[in-house]
C-alpha cells in the first residue's frame, strides 16, 4: 500500500473534470423539474448528444462545433419527449423511459462508422500568468472550456431562478400550474422550452465524455451518468449550488477510490466502487433534512380545461 | 351614464351543454353587482369569459362604450379586470410579494413591491407581510394577497367568485368594509355568491342565473332571502318540516372525552360530555378550528378514545375503529369531501363501496360483489337527486354540491342508528340543502339520532332540537333550540363555560 502516491493537486483536478459530464446534465434536468417536468430520459438525451457531438467534431474537425452540435441533438430529442409529455398529454415517467431506451438505440446506430476513431483534441483555455500559481494553477486553472461552462451555467441557472422574472415565472409553473394558467402564464410553451434547456445540457454532457473524457465512441458509453444526475437533482433538494456540490463530491470520491484502489488499499474492490454512491447520497440526504421540497406540479400532467 | 361593462347576448356552449344562453347584464362604475346562481349555472363559465379565460361563441362585451374581448387574462388586465379565485391561484412554495408579481405585468422590483404592498394593506385594513411564504397563511390571509394583488393594478372591475365560503364571520366582516370603500372610490364589484344574506348586506343590484340563462334582476336590499332563492331554483322552495317525535332512549353517551391533539395545528378534546336520545337531532356550533374535526374523528372512530369515554348503546366503544363501528350502527360523514369522506379519483361505485360494504354486504370473504355496489350506488343517485352521468363517473369530476348529495346519501342509506355529520351543507346550493336537511329529519323521524356539527347557524336553528356549541375542544351543556335567541347562542360559542367555571 502507498498512499503517498496519490497527488492531491492532481486529484482535484481530476475531479473537475469527471464531474462535469453529471454537473452539466443535473443542471439541466433541474431546471426542467423545476418548471414541473420529471424527464427520467436524461440518460438517453446524453447518449444522443455524445454521439452527435462525437461525429460532427470528427467531421468538422473542431470540438467546439461538436459541443454545439451535441447540444442541439440533445434538444431536438428532448423535444420528442416535449411533444409526448405537453401535446399528447402522455405519462411522464413512461415517456421518459421510452426516451432513454430509444435515444440509446438511435446512437448506436449513429455511431455504428465512428468505432475506433479519435476525435479532435480541445485544448485548456489559457489563463495565462494564473496557471503558474502553485496549488491553485493546475487545480482551477488548467482546465478544457467546458468545465467552465459548466461552472458558469449553475451560477446563471441559480441567477436566473433566484433574481429574474423569468426564473420567478418557470418556479411557479412548476409549483401550481393549473394557478399559473389562470393568470395566463403559457404553462405549455414555457414546460417546452425547459425541456429542451434540460435536453440542451444533457447533450453537452455526454459530449464532454465522448469527447473529452474517455475520448472515444463505444455504444452505451455514458454507463448510467445520466441516472445518477437524476438522483443528484432529488438529493440536492432541486438548488444548484448542492447539484454543483454533489457532482463534485461524487466526481471526488469516485477519483479518489480509482487512486485508493491504485495505491493497493485493504479493503475490496467493491466496497471502493460502491463508495461514491454510498456516500453522495448520504451527505445530500443529510443536506436536504431541511424542509425544502420538490416543485408542487412535478410530474402531473397539465390540461387547460376551460 | 355609459356603463362600466356590459354585456349583450352573450351565448358559450361546451359540448353537450350550453353553459351561457344569450345573458346580458351591465354594471356602472362603483356598483356592487351581485351574481346570483345555483351549481352550474353558469357563473364561473361567465366571469371567465370576462376574465378573458374563455372566449363566448356569441355575443359583445363593451367597457365603457368600447367593444371588449381579451384574448387572455393579461389583455383583462390591461382593461383594468382583476379577478379573485374560488379557489385560491396561489403559489404554496413562492412568498407573499413573488405570489403579487406573477399576477402583474409590470412588476416592480421586490423590494418596492413589498413597500407598495404595505401601503395599499395598511390603507384598506388588510394586514399582510410581503415576505411570509403563502403555504403558511390561513385562508382569510391567502384572499388578502389575492385581492391585494388585483388592487395594485388599479381595477375598474373587480371580480370575486364565492370569496366567503373560506372565511370566518370576522373575516368576512373585514372583507365587507374593504368591498365597501372601493365601490366608494368608483371601483365596480361583480360577487358571485349563493350566499343570500352576504348578497342582501352588501350588493346593489343582483343578476339571477338560472341553467345559464338570465332568469331576473332584482335590488337585493329589498327583496327576502327567500324569493332569491325561488328565483334561483324556479320552484317554490319547500321548508324543512319537523316531525315532533318524542326522544326514546339514550343510543350514544360521551363522558369526559379527552384527548391530545392530532396535530400541531389541531385542538385537543377536553371532558367533552352528552347523552344523544333516539329520533332527535343535536345540533353543534362553534367558530371553525374549535374542535369539530376531532370530535368527529372521535365519533367515527377514526382516532380511539380511552375507555369509559363512549358508549353505544350501552356498550364500550372507545376502543374500536370505523368499520365496527359502521357495523354496529354509528355511521359519520366528514366534512371535507375530496380526500376524507370520497376518495376523488375513484368511481362513485367505488366511493359507495368504500363506506357501504359493511352494512350492504358488498363483498364476501374479501370479495368485491360489483353489481350489488352499483346497485347501491344507483340507489344513492337516484334518491338524492345526485346529477352525474353514471355510477363510473370519478367522485372528482362531480360539483361540491351534487358530491354532498352522495356523500350523505350514502350514510343515510345505510340505516344509521347513529348519523355524525359535519358541515353537510358546505358550498350546497339552496334546494340542494333544503333536501339534505330533509332526509337528516326523516331520519330522525325514523328512530335514529342525528349529531349535525355546522358553522351554520341558520341550519343548526331550523332542524336541530337540542343545540351546544365547541369552544377551544370544550362542548358547552346542549340547551334545546326552542327559545334560544343570538345572544344565548353567542355567549356558548365564545366560551360561557369559563364564565361558569368562575361562579362555581
Given at each position: 500500500?502507498?498512499?503517498?502516491a496519490?497527488?492531491?493537486?492532481?486529484?482535484?483536478?481530476?475531479?473537475?473534470s469527471?464531474a462535469?459530464p453529471i454537473?452539466?446534465?443535473?443542471?439541466?434536468?433541474l431546471?426542467?423539474e423545476?418548471?414541473?417536468?420529471?424527464?427520467?430520459?436524461?440518460?438517453?438525451?446524453m447518449?444522443?448528444?455524445a454521439i452527435?457531438?462525437?461525429?460532427?467534431?470528427?467531421?468538422?474537425?473542431?470540438?467546439l462545433?461538436?459541443?454545439?452540435a451535441?447540444?442541439?441533438?440533445?434538444?431536438?430529442l428532448?423535444?420528442?419527449?416535449?411533444?409526448?409529455?405537453?401535446?399528447?398529454?402522455?405519462?411522464q415517467?413512461?415517456?421518459?423511459?421510452a426516451?432513454?431506451?430509444?435515444?440509446?438505440?438511435?446512437?448506436a446506430?449513429?455511431?455504428?462508422?465512428y468505432?475506433?476513431?479519435?476525435?479532435?483534441?480541445?485544448?485548456d483555455?489559457?489563463?495565462?500568468?494564473?496557471?503558474?500559481?502553485?496549488?491553485?494553477g493546475?487545480?482551477?486553472?488548467s482546465?478544457?472550456?467546458i468545465?467552465?461552462?459548466?461552472?458558469?451555467?449553475?451560477?446563471?441557472?441559480w441567477?436566473?431562478?433566484?433574481?429574474?422574472?423569468?426564473?420567478?415565472?418557470?418556479?411557479?409553473?412548476?409549483?401550481?400550474h393549473?394557478a399559473?394558467?389562470?393568470?395566463?402564464?403559457?404553462?405549455?410553451?414555457?414546460?417546452?422550452?425547459?425541456i429542451?434547456?434540460?435536453g440542451?445540457?444533457a447533450?453537452?454532457?455526454?459530449?464532454?465524455?465522448?469527447?473529452?473524457?474517455?475520448p472515444?465512441?463505444?455504444?452505451?458509453?455514458?454507463?448510467?451518468?445520466?441516472?445518477?444526475?437524476?438522483?443528484?437533482?432529488?438529493?440536492?433538494?432541486?438548488k444548484?449550488?448542492r447539484?454543483?456540490?454533489?457532482?463534485?463530491?461524487f466526481g471526488?470520491?469516485?477519483q479518489?477510490?480509482?487512486?485508493?484502489?491504485?495505491?493497493?488499499?485493504?479493503?475490496?474492490?467493491?466496497?471502493?466502487?460502491?463508495?461514491?454512491?454510498?456516500?453522495?447520497?448520504?451527505?445530500?440526504?443529510?443536506l436536504?433534512?431541511?424542509?425544502?421540497?420538490?416543485?408542487a406540479?412535478?410530474?402531473?400532467?397539465?390540461?387547460?380545461?376551460? | 351614464?355609459?356603463?362600466?361593462?356590459?354585456?349583450?347576448?352573450?351565448?358559450?356552449?361546451?359540448?353537450?351543454?350550453?353553459a351561457?344562453?344569450?345573458?346580458?347584464?351591465?354594471?356602472?362604475?362603483?356598483?356592487v353587482?351581485?351574481?346570483l346562481?345555483e351549481n352550474?349555472?353558469?357563473?364561473?363559465?361567465?366571469?371567465?369569459?370576462?376574465?378573458?379565460?374563455?372566449?363566448?361563441?356569441?355575443g359583445?362585451?363593451?367597457m365603457?362604450?368600447?367593444?371588449?374581448?381579451?384574448?387572455?387574462?393579461?389583455?383583462?388586465?390591461?382593461?383594468?379586470?382583476?379577478?379573485?379565485?374560488?379557489?385560491?391561484?396561489?403559489?404554496?412554495?413562492?412568498?407573499?410579494?413573488?405570489?403579487?408579481?406573477?399576477g402583474?405585468?409590470?412588476?416592480?422590483?421586490?423590494?418596492?413591491?413589498?413597500?407598495?404592498?404595505?401601503?395599499v394593506?395598511?390603507?384598506?385594513?388588510?394586514p399582510?407581510?410581503?415576505?411570509?411564504?403563502?403555504?403558511?397563511?390561513?385562508?382569510?390571509e391567502?384572499?388578502?394577497?389575492?385581492?391585494i394583488?388585483?388592487?395594485?393594478?388599479?381595477?375598474?372591475?373587480?371580480?370575486?367568485?364565492?370569496?366567503?365560503?373560506?372565511?370566518?364571520?370576522q373575516?368576512?366582516?373585514?372583507?365587507?368594509?374593504?368591498?365597501?370603500?372601493?365601490?366608494g372610490?368608483?371601483?365596480?364589484?361583480?360577487?358571485?355568491?349563493?350566499?343570500?344574506?352576504?348578497?342582501?348586506?352588501?350588493?346593489?343590484?343582483?343578476?339571477?342565473?338560472?341553467?345559464?340563462?338570465?332568469?331576473?334582476?332584482?335590488v337585493?336590499?329589498?327583496?327576502?332571502?327567500r324569493?332569491?332563492?325561488?328565483?334561483?331554483?324556479g320552484?317554490?322552495?319547500?321548508?324543512?318540516?319537523?316531525?315532533?317525535v318524542?326522544?326514546?332512549?339514550?343510543?350514544?353517551?360521551?363522558?369526559?372525552?379527552s384527548?391530545?391533539?392530532?396535530?400541531?395545528?389541531?385542538?385537543?378534546?377536553?371532558?367533552?360530555?352528552?347523552?344523544?336520545?333516539?329520533?332527535?337531532?343535536?345540533?353543534?356550533?362553534?367558530?371553525?378550528g374549535?374542535?369539530?374535526?376531532?370530535?368527529?374523528g372521535?365519533?367515527?372512530?377514526?382516532?380511539?378514545?380511552?375507555?369509559?369515554?363512549?358508549?353505544?348503546?350501552?356498550q364500550?366503544?372507545?376502543?374500536?375503529?370505523?368499520?365496527?363501528?359502521?357495523?354496529m350502527?354509528?355511521?359519520?360523514?366528514?366534512e371535507?369531501?375530496?380526500?376524507?369522506?370520497?376518495?376523488?379519483?375513484?368511481?362513485?361505485?367505488?366511493?359507495?363501496m368504500?363506506?357501504?360494504?359493511?352494512?350492504?354486504?358488498?363483498?364476501?370473504?374479501?370479495?368485491?360483489?360489483?353489481?350489488?355496489?352499483?346497485?347501491?350506488?344507483?340507489?344513492?343517485?337516484?334518491?338524492?337527486?345526485?346529477?352525474?352521468?353514471?355510477?363510473?363517473?370519478?367522485a372528482?369530476?362531480?360539483s361540491g354540491?351534487?358530491?354532498?348529495?352522495?356523500?350523505?346519501?350514502?350514510?343515510?342509506l345505510?340505516?344509521?342508528?347513529?348519523?355524525?355529520?359535519?358541515?353537510?351543507?358546505?358550498?350546497?346550493?339552496?334546494?340542494?340543502?333544503?333536501?339534505?336537511r330533509?332526509?337528516l329529519?326523516?331520519?330522525?323521524?325514523?328512530?335514529?339520532?342525528?349529531?349535525l356539527?355546522?358553522?351554520?347557524?341558520?341550519e343548526?336553528?331550523?332542524?336541530?332540537?337540542?343545540?351546544?356549541?365547541?369552544?377551544?375542544?370544550?362542548?358547552?351543556?346542549?340547551?334545546?333550540?326552542?327559545?334560544?335567541?343570538?345572544?344565548?347562542?353567542?355567549?356558548?360559542?365564545?366560551?360561557?363555560?369559563?364564565?361558569?367555571?368562575?361562579?362555581?
Amino acid at each position: 500500500m502507498d498512499l503517498g502516491a496519490i497527488n492531491p493537486i492532481l486529484l482535484i483536478a481530476a475531479l473537475m473534470s469527471a464531474a462535469t459530464p453529471i454537473l452539466l446534465a443535473a443542471t439541466g434536468e433541474l431546471v426542467a423539474e423545476r418548471a414541473g417536468v420529471l424527464n427520467l430520459g436524461v440518460e438517453g438525451m446524453m447518449i444522443v448528444g455524445a454521439i452527435c457531438g462525437f461525429a460532427i467534431a470528427v467531421e468538422t474537425g473542431s470540438p467546439l462545433t461538436g459541443f454545439v452540435a451535441a447540444a442541439a441533438g440533445g434538444a431536438v430529442l428532448s423535444l420528442l419527449f416535449a411533444l409526448l409529455t405537453q401535446v399528447a398529454l402522455a405519462n411522464q415517467v413512461a415517456s421518459g423511459l421510452a426516451l432513454t431506451l430509444f435515444g440509446l438505440g438511435l446512437s448506436a446506430l449513429l455511431g455504428q462508422g465512428y468505432v475506433g476513431i479519435k476525435p479532435p483534441r480541445m485544448g485548456d483555455v489559457s489563463f495565462g500568468p494564473l496557471a503558474e500559481i502553485p496549488v491553485l494553477g493546475p487545480t482551477l486553472f488548467s482546465h478544457d472550456p467546458i468545465v467552465y461552462v459548466g461552472l458558469l451555467l449553475v451560477a446563471g441557472t441559480w441567477a436566473v431562478l433566484r433574481f429574474t422574472r423569468a426564473g420567478l415565472i418557470l418556479r411557479a409553473v412548476g409549483e401550481n400550474h393549473d394557478a399559473a394558467h389562470a393568470l395566463g402564464y403559457k404553462v405549455v410553451r414555457i414546460r417546452t422550452l425547459a425541456i429542451m434547456f434540460g435536453g440542451a445540457c444533457a447533450g453537452l454532457g455526454g459530449a464532454y465524455i465522448s469527447l473529452i473524457r474517455v475520448p472515444q465512441w463505444t455504444e452505451g458509453m455514458t454507463a448510467g451518468v445520466g441516472w445518477i444526475a437524476l438522483a443528484l437533482v432529488v438529493f440536492a433538494s432541486w438548488k444548484p449550488w448542492r447539484v454543483l456540490l454533489g457532482a463534485y463530491l461524487f466526481g471526488g470520491i469516485t477519483q479518489l477510490q480509482l487512486n485508493l484502489q491504485g495505491a493497493g488499499v485493504a479493503i475490496p474492490v467493491e466496497y471502493l466502487a460502491m463508495s461514491p454512491y454510498i456516500i453522495t447520497i448520504v451527505v445530500l440526504v443529510i443536506l436536504s433534512a431541511d424542509k425544502s421540497a420538490a416543485p408542487a406540479s412535478l410530474g402531473r400532467t397539465f390540461h387547460a380545461s376551460n | 351614464m355609459t356603463p362600466l361593462l356590459s354585456l349583450t347576448g352573450l351565448t358559450k356552449a361546451y359540448p353537450g351543454v350550453v353553459a351561457n344562453d344569450d345573458v346580458s347584464l351591465q354594471i356602472a362604475p362603483g356598483e356592487v353587482h351581485a351574481l346570483l346562481g345555483e351549481n352550474g349555472a353558469g357563473k364561473s363559465t361567465l366571469v371567465k369569459m370576462i376574465y378573458g379565460l374563455v372566449k363566448p361563441n356569441q355575443g359583445e362585451m363593451r367597457m365603457r362604450g368600447t367593444p371588449f374581448a381579451p384574448s387572455e387574462p393579461r389583455a383583462a388586465r390591461a382593461a383594468g379586470v382583476g379577478m379573485v379565485f374560488q379557489h385560491f391561484s396561489l403559489f404554496d412554495a413562492l412568498s407573499v410579494a413573488e405570489n403579487i408579481a406573477l399576477g402583474m405585468e409590470n412588476a416592480p422590483r421586490l423590494r418596492d413591491l413589498s413597500r407598495r404592498i404595505k401601503e395599499v394593506s395598511d390603507t384598506y385594513g388588510l394586514p399582510l407581510a410581503p415576505d411570509r411564504i403563502v403555504g403558511d397563511l390561513s385562508a382569510g390571509e391567502r384572499q388578502r394577497v389575492e385581492i391585494i394583488r388585483c388592487l395594485l393594478q388599479d381595477p375598474k372591475l373587480l371580480i370575486m367568485d364565492e370569496p366567503t365560503s373560506v372565511l370566518t364571520p370576522q373575516e368576512v366582516e373585514i372583507l365587507f368594509q374593504t368591498l365597501r370603500k372601493l365601490s366608494g372610490e368608483g371601483t365596480a364589484i361583480l360577487y358571485i355568491s349563493h350566499k343570500l344574506e352576504e348578497i342582501r348586506a352588501l350588493c346593489d343590484t343582483a343578476t339571477i342565473l338560472r341553467l345559464g340563462k338570465v332568469v331576473g334582476t332584482c335590488v337585493p336590499r329589498e327583496t327576502t332571502a327567500r324569493d332569491m332563492a325561488e328565483m334561483m331554483v324556479g320552484k317554490v322552495l319547500s321548508t324543512p318540516t319537523r316531525s315532533g317525535v318524542a326522544p326514546g332512549e339514550v343510543v350514544l353517551a360521551l363522558e369526559g372525552l379527552s384527548l391530545p391533539s392530532p396535530s400541531a395545528f389541531g385542538m385537543p378534546l377536553r371532558e367533552v360530555a352528552l347523552e344523544l336520545r333516539r329520533g332527535e337531532i343535536l345540533g353543534i356550533g362553534g367558530v371553525a378550528g374549535n374542535g369539530q374535526d376531532e370530535l368527529l374523528g372521535a365519533l367515527s372512530g377514526e382516532r380511539r378514545a380511552p375507555p369509559g369515554m363512549i358508549r353505544f348503546k350501552g356498550q364500550e366503544i372507545g376502543a374500536l375503529g370505523p368499520n365496527n363501528r359502521r357495523a354496529m350502527g354509528l355511521l359519520a360523514a366528514p366534512e371535507e369531501r375530496l380526500g376524507h369522506a370520497a376518495a376523488p379519483d375513484m368511481s362513485l361505485t367505488e366511493n359507495a363501496m368504500l363506506t357501504g360494504a359493511v352494512r350492504e354486504g358488498l363483498e364476501r370473504g374479501g370479495f368485491l360483489n360489483w353489481s350489488a355496489a352499483r346497485g347501491f350506488a344507483e340507489r344513492i343517485i337516484h334518491s338524492f337527486d345526485v346529477r352525474t352521468p353514471g355510477t363510473g363517473t370519478a367522485a372528482r369530476a362531480l360539483s361540491g354540491g351534487n358530491l354532498q348529495k352522495f356523500v350523505i346519501g350514502r350514510e343515510v342509506l345505510q340505516r344509521p342508528e347513529v348519523l355524525v355529520v359535519n358541515q353537510p351543507t358546505w358550498g350546497v346550493d339552496a334546494s340542494a340543502a333544503a333536501a339534505i336537511r330533509q332526509a337528516l329529519l326523516d331520519l330522525a323521524e325514523a328512530g335514529a339520532a342525528v349529531i349535525l356539527i355546522s358553522q351554520d347557524l341558520d341550519e343548526l336553528m331550523e332542524i336541530a332540537d337540542r343545540f351546544a356549541a365547541l369552544n377551544e375542544g370544550r362542548l358547552s351543556v346542549p340547551q334545546p333550540t326552542a327559545g334560544l335567541d343570538v345572544e344565548q347562542i353567542g355567549l356558548m360559542m365564545g366560551g360561557a363555560h369559563g364564565m361558569e367555571v368562575a361562579h362555581v
